[in-house]
């Protein structure tokens, strides 16, 4: 199990649940609705006289989609229920206790922090990609160059078939020629977006 400890220091897992996965803080108090990926916070203010929901709770938000849930102790509990916590490792449901005195803004805005660094070095890397293979076009290169340069910067297979499905090009990141058994529509795993100008779809590109 992954653990961040350095987000908020005095924050302590209860569930062993892998908490690499994407997290948006969402404060249960404040909105009730849920969507995939939330980091639920809750001061779990109803929890401890009620046994049916302490039976069902972490079920019922790895239902919904909640990543992990963050329950801040001292108002209404001393600690998660062990019923709570029992469910949470059956089902991989990352669950913390976060102590009173760490108001819920600190942790929301260190993960939020997080997540737009995250994404604005994501946002450079694919802005720095999309100009590499732009100026080879630019220049000239054939096919086969954009698509084995591709393949090199992102570090995986890159496959471009025309609208029949029939093999264009495909390269390895290492550099050696990479050829499908099947084409992109039954490639398990592959991330395929169509070629498409003025509204006719021409290929498709795969990253396998």
Same mark, same amino acid.
């Given at each position: 199990?992954?653990?961040?400890?350095?987000?908020?220091?005095p924050?302590?897992?209860?569930?062993?649940?892998?908490?690499?996965?994407?997290?948006?803080?969402?404060?249960h108090?404040?909105?009730?609705?849920?969507?995939?990926?939330?980091?639920l916070?809750?001061?779990?203010y109803? *929890?401890?006289d /009620?046994? !049916?929901?302490?039976? #069902?709770?972490?079920? %019922?938000?790895?239902?919904?989609?909640?990543?992990?849930? +963050?329950?801040?102790?001292?108002?209404y509990?001393?600690?998660?229920?062990?019923?709570?916590?029992?469910?949470?490792?059956?089902?991989?449901?990352?669950?913390?206790e976060?102590?009173?005195?760490?108001?819920?803004?600190?942790?929301?805005?260190?993960?939020y922090?997080?997540?737009?660094?995250?994404?604005?070095?994501?946002?450079?890397?694919s802005?720095?990609?999309?100009?590499?293979?732009?100026? *080879?076009?630019? /220049?000239g !290169?054939?096919?086969? #160059?954009?698509?084995? %340069?591709?393949?090199a910067?992102l570090g995986?297979?890159? +496959?471009?078939?025309?609208?029949?499905?029939?093999?264009?090009?495909?390269?390895?990141?290492?550099?050696?020629?990479?050829?499908?058994?099947?084409?992109?529509?039954?490639?398990?795993?592959?991330?395929?977006?169509?070629?498409v100008?003025?509204g006719?779809?021409?290929?498709?590109?795969?990253?396998?």
């Amino acid at each position: 199990m992954l653990v961040r400890r350095d987000v908020v220091d005095p924050l302590d897992v209860v569930g062993p649940g892998d908490v690499g996965r994407v997290l948006r803080a969402r404060n249960h108090e404040a909105e009730v609705r849920r969507a995939p990926g939330d980091l639920l916070l809750t001061t779990a203010y109803n *929890l401890g006289d /009620d046994p !049916a929901l302490q039976r #069902t709770l972490a079920a %019922r938000m790895l239902e919904a989609g909640v990543a992990a849930m +963050v329950v801040k102790c001292g108002y209404y509990l001393e600690s998660v229920p062990y019923t709570v916590r029992r469910q949470a490792d059956e089902i991989d449901l990352p669950v913390f206790e976060l102590p009173r005195e760490v108001p819920f803004v600190e942790l929301s805005q260190s993960i939020y922090e997080r997540l737009v660094s995250g994404s604005y070095a994501r946002l450079q890397r694919s802005a720095g990609i999309h100009r590499e293979l732009v100026r *080879l076009v630019v /220049d000239g !290169a054939d096919l086969g #160059t954009v698509v084995r %340069r591709a393949a090199a910067m992102l570090g995986n297979p890159v +496959v471009v078939e025309d609208d029949a499905g029939r093999p264009l090009a495909g390269w390895r990141a290492d550099g050696r020629p990479h050829r499908l058994e099947t084409g992109l529509a039954e490639a398990p795993r592959a991330v395929v977006v169509p070629v498409v100008a003025r509204g006719v779809t021409h290929g498709r590109v795969g990253l396998i």
